[in-house]
């Protein structure tokens, strides 16, 4: 096959799980991602929409086949044959579209799963900070104003814990709405390891399926057809010479507007492509600002209890960290959706079938 898997192991692997910060009860149900997409499918009006719309246009296929035997139409029938075509496409699509939902809803909310444990991380550094400056006032050596600096990043750190947990509360009840449940249905993403799963892509090859497959193409190209099989059948001995005129005047429109789609189309795709390659170029950058930052803050706690910097110095320390961590999840999960989306723009799923 053109695409093929590489899992790339990240030198910092960012690892969620949503037990760790928020307790659910015994009747919490963890889905995965192919279970959340399974949910999904089962319970979309829009799947079931399309199915019904493709039983139709194979229900209006064979009344058009019927219908030759008693009055011959070329053009009803390859419209009815196009209709069915097009009918088929929108189902598959229409199962991709819902796995990409589900996919984004579930990737954002393991996005704001991490960045809740990452906030509570920093709360808990923030109360080291405290019981460290209220022992060295005791000792005389920092004043009351680095206590009071440490509560206030305490009470900082407790105030962005519970905005985190609110986002994320937010962020599951999107994800349940997109499985089709109730907003209150205890379900939630499973954990798992957060890794890029990178496919190796061909732009050209994927640009050239896309534009010969893309369901706005496709109606376009049935239009071109008709047109054309119109011109056809009017351009004889027999047909007024206007409604041959019209037949290709109408043809030319639709020529012209299958053109206009598909330079609209090209330019989507390229900047869906664009997205997903500045996403993948951010991780490692961030994978070592992670590192950084957590190593500048390990030899911070160690010069402030040496009385080497000031309280104000440590929490910057400890920011850094929590702001380079969240970088990297928020850049991971913009490429594994980026990647979804392109992978839905060029319409591998048809290509796939």
């Not at 419209?79 to 984004?104: N, P």
């Not at 490692?284 to 309280?311: F, N």
């Amino acid at each position: 096959m053109r695409s093929k898997q590489t899992w790339l192991l990240l030198s910092l692997v960012v690892v969620f799980s949503l037990a760790a910060t928020v307790q659910g009860s015994e009747a919490t149900q963890y889905v995965t991602l192919v279970e959340a997409q399974d949910i999904a499918k089962a319970n979309s009006h829009g799947v079931k929409l399309a199915s019904l719309r493709l039983q139709e246009a194979e229900v209006q296929l064979e009344q058009a086949q019927a219908a030759q035997i008693m009055q011959p139409s070329p053009t009803m029938l390859m419209q009815a044959q196009a209709g069915y075509d097009l009918a088929m496409q929108g189902y598959i699509m229409a199962q991709d579209d819902l796995a990409l939902t589900v996919k984004t809803d579930f990737y954002t909310a393991l996005q704001l799963e991490n960045m809740l444990n990452i906030a509570a991380e920093g709360l808990e550094s923030a109360r080291r900070q405290l019981d460290v400056a209220e022992k060295k006032f005791a000792a005389g050596t920092v004043t009351r104003l680095d206590v009071i600096q440490a509560s206030r990043n305490v009470l900082n750190s407790e105030a962005g814990l519970v905005q985190a947990r609110h986002g994320l509360d937010l962020a599951v009840q999107k994800f349940r709405q997109s499985l089709g449940l109730g907003l209150d249905d205890d379900v939630r993403p499973a954990g798992e390891a957060f890794v890029v799963v990178e496919r190796q892509v061909d732009l050209a090859s994927d640009l050239t399926f896309a534009l010969e497959h893309r369901e706005e193409i496709r109606q376009l190209r049935v239009a071109v057809d008709v047109a054309a099989k119109r011109v056809e059948l009017a351009d004889n001995d027999y047909t007024p010479a206007l409604e041959l005129r019209l037949a290709r005047l109408q043809l030319e429109q639709a020529q012209v507007q299958l053109e206009q789609v598909k330079q609209l189309l090209t330019l989507e795709m390229r900047q869906s492509y664009t997205s997903m390659q500045d996403a993948r170029q951010r991780i490692p950058v961030l994978e070592k600002g992670v590192e950084e930052a957590q190593e500048l803050l390990r030899l911070s706690e160690l010069m402030y209890e040496a009385d080497m910097i000031t309280a104000n110095d440590m929490q910057d320390a400890q920011l850094a960290v929590l702001a380079a961590r969240n970088d990297l999840v928020s850049a991971i999960t913009d490429f594994n959706i980026a990647q979804a989306r392109y992978r839905y723009t060029v319409a591998s799923a048809l290509r796939e079938q």
